[in-house]
């Protein structure tokens, strides 16, 4: 079998994305070979295959997932990827944790005019996917303050000035041509090999951590003075989720302060980062290519210091900022102007007809008939905006006839849930998130239920893998799949996103999580202060308290090096 290749050799090859992919793409087969799967996630692409279907035959689809600034779809664009769904794909729709729409099930022969129908409505998924700087997330809450509304403009100048220059998406997949544009072989801002890997951006508004502001390569906090002008940006640099089990030189990491920048600096500065990963990020081992690592490796004050030699004003100090909290933008709020809004809560993102929960059917009548834009959350979740008041009553009936759950019927752990694809489709899971959260949830709720706790709010983040994708570990409780059906679990990050889990027990059977961690749930109904969230009360009483209060039947070894 001859060796994979290399993926910095691939993207050298590539001719600006080109490689192979357009006469793969007609040659009649189901599937790419190695090197074109590679580039295909450049185009928003990944090729899998069902997991489910162990010793047949493979049967090869593909994720598509568009690129979504902000999360942001107008009533047309919605319905267009209700339609593909249908048509090209699984007839589902699942949104992601980076406020984008992932579909699944797609054929090879389907990816060319699905991607011809979402050009229609302006949507693209080139970027979506690759090393290269992926979806640039925004608090999606809707509003008619012009300040704010500057910060989501922000978020899309920045996808714009952050997208690849290659033809070659409209080439392959658009027009059908297949010719090189030797102008831009070289992007001018990723070169012939673009990055060495993934690179995510997000903004936020001052206290509302809607968007996991720390875990993002780069984050941008807009602060404001005392008469609501918007004044600049606190730059956070360095976050990122990814680890690989049994390897001590992979991390999770939060971002760190770097900066304060004017509000006109933020396309510059942005784009000096993203150089510095290019020009210093590791090419030789994947694992340890992300931007966290040369902020790990070099400090932040050399990053300090190497940002402001590309850049053409002085950085300034950082901005004292409010405590980060979570508004997760859910149920009937005001929206300014005499609107409102409407978050919708959809369990772990996937939107589907299921028995009487008819949620994909039930959001396309209602944007239909209201005409409504669309916004999607970093938390797998939905928001309908400009409604106006005179039709909040009927969206409510048909909530109810197509069984659409609203947020008082959600409890506090299952609100804030939130799980990764997995198996059977990713090629990384190791095992189950997307299938299995649910019951955890169920079995969560029969147990706080018991403790006479049943409302308290918990963030428990499921993914299959470590790679994190569910961002598992600034969760209150991380489930991260460590071998079939067994998980190692993470406690203690911080409800508001602002601290890291630590690793707590390993190897933990899917169907033992919540009996294991029945005891420290009754620990913290006992003992916890007024208002204590449970990772501020695990952080708190630390690892060894916890573990005493595991009776010897329920103990399991702790991870090393714990």
Known sequence: MAKKRN???????SAGLRGELASELSNGGSNFTDDSSTLLKFHGIYEQHDRDTRGR????????????????L??????LHDRIADEFANGTLRITTRQDFQFHGIIKGELRPTLQALNTALVTSLGACGDIVRNVMVCPAPTDDPQRLAVQQAAFDLNIAMFPRTRSYHQIWLDGEQLVDDSVVEDPLYGKTYLPRKFKIALAYPGDNCVDIYTNDVGLVALFDDQNILIGYNVLAGGGMGITHNNEQTIARLADDIAFIPVDKVIETVTAIVTIHRDFGDRENRKHARLKYILHDRGVAWFREELQRRVEFTLQPSHPMPKFEVDDHMGWREQGGGLWYLGLPIENGRMADRGRARIKSGVKVIVERFNLPVRLTAQQSLILADIRAEDRAEIDALLVEYGIRQIADFSGVRRYSLACVALPTCSLAITEAERALPEIIDEFEVV????????????????????????PYVAEIGLVGRALDKYMIFLGGAFNGTRLAEPFIDLVPVRDIVPRLRPLLAYYRDAATDEENFGDFVSRVGFDDLRAHLTQSEALPAVSGD
């Open 7 to 13: 993926s910095e050799d691939i993207k050298a090859e």
């Open 57 to 72: 035959d493979k049967t090869y689809t593909f994720m598509l997932r568009t690129k979504l600034p902000g999360g942001q």
């Open 74 to 79: 107008t009533a047309e664009q919605y319905l």
């Open 448 to 471: 706080l239920d018991e403790l006479g706790i049943p409302n308290e709010d918990i963030a428990i983040r499921m993914t299959g893998c470590p790679n994190g994708c569910s961002r």
